[in-house]
């Protein structure tokens, strides 16, 4: 049976009416992603399961579940356990600043071995949800200009400095876009936009010299001239465009990548993932997969707007935003129109925080979906 | 309190801007994803020819060849790590018609690989495209044929020859040099961390298949030097990485690891690996002018070849579990009480409180103090220091400790390398215990035991109680002692590829009144040339007006108490005393200085004196000076040495060329029971 705004409340809170109402299309185009994912992770292995295949899919399928479980969850939990998990969230990167592992020449992880966390990945969650929350206890005209929104730009300005100090870059550009974006969707006046926008783009350059660590600048020195470097830091972006240039309009086809078969690719099974779909694919794939990752944004941006409570709306669209801004910034890296930055393409790549962080989020997005006619009150949530 | 309600107005003012806002975020998704596909049409689509033509130049790639590691030499050029030739045999998968089928018909002419398929099947299929795993190495030349006779039948399956690390005496110096071997997990973890910090990229030698890391000893702390820099070999693959063709003017030639040359003298630490037979111990020898460690053994050892093709888990076990832990470098990682060795310092710190060398004790055996009886096992009578030194009497020592205290004792035994740990060794080391006032009260958390009791000095001063050493500082304080005037350092190291390393004599005097040093030199030679001297049987040199100094020790190593044992080599082997023995020659001009240690040998004099002649033998007859001294000598001969020490005969608490000379029984000192009150 289908739900409306006329439904009785006690009949929308059944579990099989529930299954009903999740977006199943989203859901298949989540899983087709991942489905596609797996097969090039099976043939830059050089045709087999292991050792990236067969434990994508098993990690697709057991997020995709916790995804369906997620997203039965009530609205009103998601909107009581945000501050919580933001605080939990901010708490743990401090944490992580102080006695955190380092991995990597980064010090990013808390715990050892198979029990360790990335909080700054809990982040991206908990920031959606905290700022979602506060923005529905906002007015119109508090959420377009007032002295409130000095509490956004806070809630979002310290996880993003904890986190750039780790050093992540890539996740804390992140942060700041997808807050960014949020607080431009809560309905912040133009007046503000266009000279906060300018003075990004003016304050770029000097910081770029300046702030970054000389690695972090190399990279992007190395964007901009990669062929003074060939076999050094260019070596990545001439190698991924070559792989991607080299497919042409069909592609060698499946398993025939010369490029990404014969580890001419770095990091061929994680960020690079998409260079190998171009090289194996050509323009049809690419344009096949990117044309599924735009249709999930749009599914979930008229998720969000179909909303009936703010919370939402807001929650709905942070998390798409997020979603949106993994696949354009890998995408741009890795066909050379932006700096190596380490933001893997979301379901596609290896590794298994992202996926989870991502299948979490879309756990929000159908809950929100589900739940679509709840009318959420303002202030205390029935938890917290 | 929840607002009581919404503002209509208020709240679709809100959804609509939301909404608008929605659309533009969505045009600008549009815009971002039509970037990339604009950016990909003009990579696939435009530009599609050139970059085709790039991907099939491409195909020019280096395939790392590993340079040969440095060579590990003894202070004469003797080889003690090398490399040598060794058979492989490759398998590269992409061209077995059948991976599981080709396996099976290798297993057939080398069956070693049927046990391990499991693992070589893991490790081919992870492999990259196209590169060649070996499946078996350190192949005879008759399987090496069989291999290259059947290739025709076996594509896919490849016999090459490349260098493996090679150690010609096996066990001798497994301790010092360590050895190599694959680069584990761990290994490859810890280059990644490293690289990350350092901004580089980690060294494309780990990933080669065969390559080998040092794990253990010089080989570990030096591999960076060792290791050299790795060649290319510029191979042209096809689109599928067969390798159709080789350009020799684009190979980079590898430049090899650095040679290091140690200060070690392989005849002297063979020699002493010999003397040990199947005995637990060390032994140390240095040059008391310059620092240079000649020898560093520990016995029994291992064969450091074992390792380097990975060695059987059963092997392993049984290495691990043996008592003697042959695995332990004792000579620097295992830590004794020094026993009477001790007594050097303990005599040295009274001279420097002004205490007289002449005043006596009577020993008559038993010492009261407190309510504890400690005991000498003798009835020395009355002793002055030097007698004291002689016949290494235990009741002189207990009371000349009282005197002195333990804080004077620990800081001249501080002096003299006790305790320390020296950095120009680069193998780890055990630091053992120097124990003090303030050491007690730092190590301690009861407040009861924080005090040190007038009851636990006794002890000390015969080298028991809470101390602690290993056989390179016994060996480092004898060559400080020998030296007279240097605080001499060790030095292991003499050159890495034809660099010289610091001497170990540049280095500050020691703050110690010379005559007294020349005191306790002089009592260490009646030791070993008095007839009445604990070693005089065991430390007789047999070579003419070249004669030797030192001082035996017997270490208690476990309580007496429950029947567990008695003084000297009587009882449960883990239980029994260890023998020490530190010594110098030529006494009236000191060149070498040694500490040997025998691990529940039972009494110094007759477990570990004997050793020390023998290798101190060597090393004297292996000195040009000296040998002419012996020969100028009118009348002087170099007489034969003594028989032999059969590992057998080593069972019997004597050698059997003293054990009917009067002075052995006497040569004891006596550990003490500690007391606490």
Known sequence: MTVSALTRPGQRDRISVKLGEIDWRLAGLLAFIAGIGAMMLYSIAGGSWKPWAEAHLIRFALLFGIMIILSLVDLRVWYSLAYPAYALALLLLVAVMLVGDVRLGARRWLGHGSLSLQPSELMKIALVMALGRFYHNLTAKQARWSWKLLIPVAMIGAPVLLVAKQPDLGTAILLALTGGIMMFMGGLTWKVIWPVVIGVCVAVPPAVMFVLKPFQRDRIMTFLHPDKDPSGTGYHIIQSEIAAGSGGFLGKGYLLGTQSQLNFLPEKQTDFIFATVAEEFGFIGCFVVLAAYGAIVFTALRIASTSHSHFGRMAAAGMTATFAFYVLINGAMVIGLAPVVGVPMPLLSYGGTVMVTVMIGFGLVQAVRVHRYFELPRGRGFLF | ?677
């Not at chain 2, 070690?264 to 111990?281: H, M, P, T």
């Not at chain 2, 033998?617 to 009348?635: F, N, S, V, Y």
């Open chain 2, 1 to 677: 309190m929840n607002e009581p309600a919404i503002f209509f107005e208020d709240a679709n003012e809100r959804q609509g801007s939301f909404l608008r806002r929605t659309v533009l975020v969505g045009g600008g998704a549009v815009l971002g994803l039509g970037a990339l596909v604009t950016r990909l049409g003009m990579l696939q689509l435009v530009e599609a020819g050139r970059y085709k033509t790039l991907s099939s130049n491409n195909q020019w790639n280096y395939r790392v060849i590993p340079p040969p590691r440095g060579r590990i030499l003894d202070r004469n050029g003797v080889v003690l790590a090398g490399n040598r030739p060794s058979f492989r045999v490759l398998v590269i998968r992409d061209e077995t018609k059948d991976l599981d089928q080709t396996l099976n018909l290798v297993g057939e002419l080398i069956p070693s690989t049927v046990d391990r398929r499991r693992q070589l099947l893991r490790e081919i299929s992870q492999s990259p495209r196209f590169t060649p795993v070996a499946v078996a190495s350190d192949l005879s030349w008759e399987d090496f044929a069989k291999v290259n006779l059947h290739a025709n039948e076996l594509p896919g399956v490849m016999a090459d020859m490349n260098e493996a690390r090679y150690y010609p005496f096996g066990g001798a110096f497994a301790h010092v040099i360590g050895y190599v071997a694959k680069v584990s997990d761990n290994d490859m973890k810890k280059a990644k961390e490293a690289a990350a910090a350092s901004g580089t990229d980690i060294d494309p030698m780990l990933m080669h298949p065969g390559f080998r890391i040092g794990k253990q000893g010089i080989e570990k702390a030096f591999d960076k030097q060792l290791r050299g820099q790795p060649g290319g070999q510029k191979v042209e693959v096809d689109s599928r990485g067969r390798v159709v063709g080789e350009d020799r003017d684009g190979d980079r030639r590898p430049t090899p690891g650095d040679d290091i040359v140690l200060t070690i003298d392989a005849d002297v630490q063979n020699r002493a690996l010999e003397v040990f037979g199947k005995e637990s111990g060390a032994a140390v020898v240095m040059d008391v002018r310059n620092g240079d460690v000649l020898c560093l053994l520990s016995a029994p050892s291992f064969d450091a070849n074992a390792f380097v093709s990975g060695v059987p888990g059963a092997t392993y076990k049984a290495l691990n579990e043996y008592d003697h832990h042959p695995l332990l470098n004792k000579a620097t990682s295992g830590t004794f009480p020094a026993g009477s060795t001790f007594k050097t310092m303990v005599a040295l710190a009274a001279l420097e409180k002004g205490i007289s060398p002449k005043d006596t004790y009577v020993c008559n055996g038993v010492f009261p103090f407190g309510n504890h009886v400690f005991k000498c096992d003798q009835h020395h009578g009355a002793q002055d220091m030097h007698g004291a030194i002689v016949t290494s009497c235990d009741v002189f020592f207990y009371q000349t400790a009282l005197k002195v205290g333990p804080d004077l004792i620990a800081a001249t035994a501080r002096k003299f390398g006790i305790n320390a740990v020296f950095e120009d060794i680069h193998i780890p080391q055990q630091r053992g215990t120097l124990p003090d006032i303030a050491w007690k009260k730092k190590t301690y958390k009861d407040p009861r035991q924080q005090i040190w009791y007038p009851g636990e000095t006794p002890s000390f001063g015969i080298g028991q109680g809470y101390l602690a050493v290993n056989p390179l500082q016994l060996c480092v304080m004898t060559s400080r002692l020998a030296n007279g005037k240097k605080a001499l350092l060790p030095r292991l190291v003499k050159s890495i590829g034809g660099k010289e390393m610091p001497p170990g004599n540049a280095v500050p005097d020691l703050p110690v009144n010379p005559d007294h040093l020349q005191f306790v030199r002089e009592a260490m030679a009646s030791v070993a040339n008095d007839a009445r001297g604990t070693a005089f049987a065991a430390a007789q040199l047999g070579l003419g007006p070249i004669k030797m100094a030192g001082k035996t020790g017997t270490a208690q190593s476990h309580t007496y108490d429950g029947g567990h044992g008695a003084h000297g080599a009587v009882g449960e082997w883990k239980f029994r005393d260890h023998g020490w023995f530190v010594a110098f020659a030529p006494y009236d001009e000191p060149r070498y200085a040694m500490a040997v240690l025998v691990e529940h040998g039972g009494f110094g004099a007759s477990a570990a004196a004997p050793k020390a002649r023998e290798i101190m033998r060597t090393t004297l007859l292996k000195d040009a000076e000296i040998m002419a001294r012996i020969q100028k000598q009118p009348g002087a001969r170099i007489d034969a040495a003594p028989p032999p020490l059969a590992p057998d005969a080593m069972k019997s608490d004597l050698p059997p060329d003293m054990q009917d000379t009067p002075a052995a029984p006497a040569s004891t000192s006596t550990p003490a029971v500690r007391t606490t009150p």
